[in-house]
T-cell receptor, first 114, second 114 residues
Framework: AQSVTQLDSHVSVSEGTPVLLRCNYS??????LFWYVQHPNKGLQLLLK??????LVKGINGFEAEFKKSETSFHLTKPSAHMSDAAEYFC????????????FGGGTRLMVKP | KAGVTQTPRYLIKTRGQQVTLSCSPI?????VSWYQQTPGQGLQFLFE???????NKGNFPGRFSGRQFSNSRSEMNVSTLELGDSALYLC?????????????FGPGTRLTVL
């Protein structure tokens, strides 16, 4: 069994300030973890993925995430927010015999103030 | 390469009717997964098909069914529609069925049940 908890449903930051979106996971297997972004009326786009290689994962658009097994966390960060980062972000887990069956967190809506 | 395409993009039906949604994966991709996105339940896995065989199924009633054709295109069908079936239905494709596969999402079909 696996599950994902995104600790904040909404996060608001000012443009140019750091972004932190928090995610905790639970998995009976060695997990694969992903962050996806969804802009309004668009499909989901993969930001980055962790698949048991380096624990610090770099993604697109300056985002990165660190896998911490001891804390069962996979928080998403970005040093400086841009207006175009405003969107909904999903932390996702899969693993074991789940194959391509992704388990999504509830999502975090990121708002960026000018 | 063309991305994942879903048709139709928008659909309005009434309770009791049935509906068929279509998904064309990226060329060469053989795995197609379906997800339901609602404000209340978030993103939930419906089922995955690989080489015309259902590999995984989520926790949805039997009214939800799907199939995959030899060209990897997939359809999902919902019979006896209920108001709660109103949702964005997302399709994702990947090159193979397995744990470490990036899934590419289509823009979705927005179904409204009146």
């Amino acid at each position: 069994a696996q599950s994902v908890t995104q600790l904040d449903s909404h996060v608001s930051v000012s443009e140019g300030t750091p972004v932190l979106l928090r995610c905790n996971y639970s998995s009976s297997y060695s997990p694969s973890l992903f962050w996806y972004v969804q802009h309004p009326n668009k499909g989901l786009q993969l930001l980055l993925k962790y698949t048991s290689a380096a624990t610090l994962v770099k993604g697109i658009n300056g985002f990165e995430a660190e896998f911490k097994k001891s804390e069962t966390s996979f928080h998403l960060t970005k040093p400086s927010a841009h207006m175009s980062d405003a969107a909904e972000y999903f932390c996702v887990v899969t693993g074991g015999n789940a194959g391509n069956m992704l388990t999504f967190g509830g999502g975090t809506r990121l708002m960026v103030k000018p | 390469k063309a991305g994942v395409t879903q048709t139709p993009r928008y659909l309005i039906k009434t309770r009791g009717q049935q509906v068929t949604l279509s998904c064309s994966p990226i060329s060469g991709h053989r795995s197609v997964s379906w997800y339901q996105q609602t404000p209340g339940q978030g993103l939930q896995f419906l089922f995955e098909y690989f080489s015309e065989t259902q590999r995984n199924k989520g926790n949805f009633p039997g009214r939800f069914s799907g199939r995959q054709f030899s060209n990897s295109r997939s359809e999902m069908n919902v019979s006896t529609l209920e108001l709660g079936d109103s949702a964005l239905y997302l399709c994702a494709s990947s090159s193979q069925a397995g744990v470490y596969n990036e899934q590419f999402f289509g823009p979705g079909t927005r179904l409204t049940v009146l």
